[in-house]
Nanobody, 115 residues
Framework: QVQLRESGGGLVQAGGSLSLSCAASGRISSVNTMGWHRQAPGKQRELVAVISSGGSTNYADSVKGRFTISRDNAKNTVTLQMNSLNVEDTAVYYC?????????WGQGTQVTVSS
């Protein structure tokens, strides 16, 4: 079993920045993937960015060049630095870890970007 604890998020004006962090605990493999998905009202949950334990990253086209994902394998944490935020980035952001072939989700944290 894996538990994910998210922090960060909140309200920011368009053009601003926010940082999200997620810490994983429990029985964690040395080979895993961590990242973030988001879900805006009335829309499906979508991938934002993920990073493997080896450092490989994958970003949604909509956030490339604006968001940066990083992780600390020793602490089992992942951070999403979000810059140049726009109103379309408003959503609930969920931390995800794929570990031993199972996907674990955080409870979600709200990010609201005002115009």
């Amino acid at each position: 079993q894996v538990q994910l604890r998210e922090s960060g998020g909140g309200l920011v004006q368009a053009g601003g920045s926010l940082s999200l962090s997620c810490a994983a605990s429990g029985r964690i493999s040395s080979v895993n993937t961590m990242g973030w998905h988001r879900q805006a009202p009335g829309k499906q949950r979508e991938l934002v960015a993920v990073i493997s334990s080896g450092g490989s990253t994958n970003y949604a086209d909509s956030v490339k060049g604006r968001f940066t994902i990083s992780r600390d394998n020793a602490k089992n944490t992942v951070t999403l630095q979000m810059n140049s935020l726009n109103v379309e980035d408003t959503a609930v952001y969920y931390c995800i870890m794929r570990n031993w072939g199972i996907a674990y989700w955080g409870q979600g944290t709200q990010v609201t970007v005002s115009s």
